[in-house]
């Protein structure tokens, strides 16, 4: 039984996912599925701010979680979201030929792909710490957003480069959202792109080569185009430009609440405390525990539903909640300073004390009860 | 996180300058098996990207999870060598490594 349980809980987004398919297909106010989920989701969440589990291990530490349930689940995921841009192509191929869809079907389809093809992208970050078939299928999930670049980026410079300002997806204090989402998209294609140059050289290949991955990732994503090109033309595309802006905002967005104005000197360890937990019963679930983030970047080769709490600086409440705050700057960094301000005084060291310090005396933001170096 | 299934078969790891051999567990990294021994294999991100528990295979057969290209120069991955962290077995192994003091 608590095997069943362990594992059936991670199904929130595959059922909802096809629940937002099926509402495409239906059409109507029925398009407006994936927003309406995504709105219970945000309720959900809210309402379970409060419980927070443990991973679950039997009396020998052995882990309810079934690899192969788990990984066939993983891999269904990039068909099942293939048929979601099918979905919203067959849409818009209905609204442009016979006009048998409407205006607000069309919107509420576009805005219910968008929402759903971001948030599978917690599937593309989960398989990019596997091997072979694992990160292939993950370089393929995030093409779907035109975001191929992601798997190389994350693995190759997040990890490594997490807490400090040669990562572009740590969003320093004082920015926000909106901003990081450019900079941190165009940052880590940008490192995707230089990591294929450096790799290329060294070999002693051409950068217009089949190996250059950067190059394929983004070719991975020319389907897409073509479909919706293909059903709709330029609204095809504009759609799809909202869908992948949608997508890859989710994306960013959950990079932004991970690691938001954490500080890590440069080459010293990745230690619990540079990371956020959201860890929340709702977002664990759903989240397949992405959520875990300290226990993560110190374990990255450890399987989600292993993952566990580490004493990492918690925001305490899950990513639904907390990301509509961000959406709203002023109100975001009014609820993290607090956080921020009890994480310089009981987990910074000296160092990152000093940089925090540093930081608000540049931006005259110093807050009273901040840093007792 | 190898793989969709679990390989069954465990393997031995020799360390050619220490005169030690550990067991690394089907699915297990040569890092882990490694780690799981209580050795102190160097290491930091463990996702195959920094480097710092590269070691050389002297023998036996291995498998790299994922590309070392990124990491490690045409020299090194002509002269055997491997990212721990990222290197699984498919045969006993000699392997030779700088552990921590
Ligand atoms: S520990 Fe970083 S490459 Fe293995």
């Known amino acids: 039984m608590k095997t069943f349980y362990v594992n059936v809980r991670y199904l929130i987004v595959p059922v909802m996912t096809v629940l937002t398919i099926y509402g495409l297909f239906l059409g109507g106010i029925y398009a407006w599925t994936g927003v309406f989920l995504f709105g219970l989701n945000i309720i959900l969440d809210t309402a379970t701010k409060n419980i927070h589990l443990r991973a679950d291990f039997d009396e020998n530490g052995n882990s ?19 048929v979601l841009q099918c979905a919203l192509a067959w849409n818009l191929y ?9 205006v607000e079907t069309l919107v509420g389809a576009i805005l219910s792909t968008g929402l759903w093809a971001g948030l599978g992208i917690i599937y593309g970050h989960e398989l990019s710490h596997n091997k072979r078939e694992g990160f292939s299928v993950s370089r393929a999930i995030m093409a779907l957003s035109g975001a191929s670049h992601f798997t190389y980026a994350h693995v190759y410079q997040h990890h490594l480069e997490l807490g400090h300002q040669n990562d572009p997806a740590t969003a320093p204090r004082g920015r926000n959202v909106y901003w990081h989402t450019w900079l941190s ?3 880590q294609s940008k490192f995707s792109f ?3 140059k450096q790799k290329l050289e060294r070999h ?7 190996d250059n991955k950067w190059i394929l990732g983004y070719l991975y994503s020319l389907p897409s185009i073509i479909l919706f090109v293909w059903s709709g033309g330029i609204i095809g595309i504009l759609a799809l430009v909202v869908v992948w802006s949608i997508s890859n905002f989710l994306l960013e967005a959950l990079n932004f609440m991970g690691h938001y104005g954490l500080i890590r000197e440069a080459g ?16 664990s679930w759903f989240f397949i525990e992405i959520g875990r983030q300290g226990d993560h970047h110190v374990r990255g080769e450890t399987y989600f539903w292993e993952l566990d709490e580490v004493g990492a600086p918690n925001y305490e409440i899950g990513y639904f909640t907390l990301f509509l705050l961000t959406l709203i700057p002023p109100v975001f960094r009014k609820y ?38 | 996180m190898f793989g969709l299934f679990k390989k069954n078969k465990s393997f031995t790891a020799k360390l050619v300058d220490y005169n030690q051999e550990f067991v690394v567990e089907p699915g ?16 930091k991100c463990q996702v195959g990207s920094c480097g710092t528990c590269k070691c050389k295979i002297i023998d036996g057969k291995t498998r790299a999870e994922i590309d070392f290209s990124y990491v490690l120069s045409p020299d090194e991955l002509n002269d055997g060598y491997a990212l721990a962290c990222q290197t699984s077995l498919k045969s006993d192994i000699s392997v030779a490594v700088n552990l921590i003091d």
């Open chain 1, 185 to 187: 998209h165009f940052g």
């Open chain 1, 194 to 196: 230089d990591l294929e």
């Open chain 1, 336 to 373: 993290t300073q607090k956080y921020l301000d009890e994480w310089d005084r009981n987990q910074a060291s000296e160092a990152e004390k000093q940089i925090a310090k540093d930081y608000y005396e540049d931006t005259k933001h110093l807050s009273n009860n901040i840093l007792v170096v």
């Open chain 1, 268 to 283: 010293k360890p990745v230690e619990h405390k540079h990371s956020w937990d959201n860890d929340n019963l709702f977002t």
């Open chain 2, 28 to 43: 297990d990294s040569l890092l882990t098996g490694a780690l799981k021994a209580g050795l102190p294999w160097p290491k």
């Open chain 1, 64 to 82: 309810f979680g079934i690899k192969t349930f788990q990984y066939i689940v993983m891999y269904l995921m990039f068909p099942i979201f293939i």
């Open chain 1, 94 to 102: 209905q609204f442009t030929t016979s006009s048998t869809v409407a």
């Open chain 1, 204 to 210: 002693n290949k051409s950068f217009f080569s089949l």
